[in-house]
């Protein structure tokens, strides 16, 4: 296929400002964040139930979600009560929350990091393993790469898990 | 006699291949000129650049998903909303998801009324819109996209 200059998309490309690419990355991830809740999370499971508990038409929600949408902060915090998970969160609050994380490999501890002292990072990269999980210092599930996963935001249940607090 | 036009590359990113269809008669595709006449208004070039930055995020980074979408009809429009004069205005960029990492971006314009049949600046780009979007799921049903590596192929009556 022939690859042509498209000269009207470069000039708008060169003129984007910084702060118009922001706002549309948030918005993205936000979206992201809520569709990644709405599939995996553990109380509300279609954007058919977030609108109801919202009050709103479902068509406002998917607008929302469509990654253009300029979200209030109330719009997000409702968003964040409603799903009952952070759906932003800021640098500050992220070191608090993960302070301490835990991967898990088919039931093993493999790897725990600290904030202030990361052990043996450069050495692990989570693969798309099925059974892979990310702890927060509390137990709380925040990642998994398993499809069907459907407790995040729950407490990840380990019989053993004591055997691994540092 | 019947005009064609052709389906043609317009920026290609990792998960979508944005397209156009651009008439054997014209110098623009429908979607460069949507951008040329945009840019030409001073006061929406902040939601013409957020336009385009989105959809080169979704191409990029997400891929496509349903939400993207604001539907009407068989088509569908990329939706920056922003008041312009006292009035709603919206930014309307009509387009055809062939497959989710096929678009075919036709064109549009500022939005007035609700149902795009009533608002002078894009009733005829949605009418036109709509006309190629059934003609390219017609070549749809009788193609087998998955086996086309090379879109430009087609050509449809414009």
């Known amino acids: 296929m022939k690859k042509r200059r498209n000269n009207i998309i470069e000039k708008i490309k060169n003129r984007i400002k910084p702060e118009t690419k922001i706002s549309v990355d948030l918005s993205i991830d936000i979206a992201d964040q809520v569709r990644h809740l709405l599939k995996y999370g553990n109380n509300i499971k279609t954007q058919k139930k977030l609108a109801e508990i919202l ?19 109330d719009s997000i915090a409702k968003l964040t009560a409603a799903l ?15 302070e301490r994380v835990i991967i898990i490999y088919n039931t093993q501890i493999i790897f725990v990091s600290d904030a202030t002292e990361v052990s043996d990072s450069h050495n692990y990269e989570l693969t798309d393993d099925k059974d892979n999980f990310l702890l927060d ?26 055997n691994f607090e540092a | ?27 623009y595709s429908e979607a460069e000129d949507f951008f040329i006449r945009m840019d030409e208004i001073e006061d929406i070039q902040d939601d013409l650049d957020k336009l385009w930055y989105w959809l080169e995020q979704i191409a990029d980074k997400t891929g496509w998903y349903a939400e993207a979408f604001r539907h009407e ?18 930014l309307r960029l009509y387009c055809h998801l062939i497959t989710n990492n096929v678009v075919v971006l036709f064109n549009g ?6 149902n795009p049949e009533d608002c002078p600046n894009v009733k005829q780009h949605f009418s036109n819109a709509k006309g190629w979007a059934y003609k390219l799921d017609r070549e749809k049903i009788e193609t087998d996209w998955t086996e086309i590596i090379d879109v430009e192929e087609i050509f449809i009556n414009y």
Request: hydrophobic share 30%.
């Open chain 1, 84 to 98: 009952d998970h952070d759906i932003i969160l800021t640098d500050l609050k992220a070191r608090a929350k993960y």
């Open chain 1, 55 to 73: 009050n709103k038409e479902e068509s406002e929600i998917s607008k929302w979600l469509s990654g253009l949408h300029n979200l209030t902060i």
């Open chain 2, 1 to 27: 006699m019947n005009t064609l036009a052709r389906i043609e590359d317009f920026e290609t990113y990792k998960f979508i291949g944005y397209y156009s269809l651009r008439s054997e008669l014209k110098g």
């Open chain 1, 137 to 162: 210092k509390g137990g709380n599930l925040f990642f998994s790469t398993e499809k069907n996963i459907n407790n995040i935001g729950g407490t990840f249940n380990m019989t053993n898990k004591s």
């Open chain 2, 109 to 114: 314009g500022i939005k007035t009324q609700d």
């Open chain 2, 73 to 90: 009809g068989i088509c569908v429009a990329l939706p920056p909303k922003k008041r312009i004069t006292g009035e709603y205005n919206d």
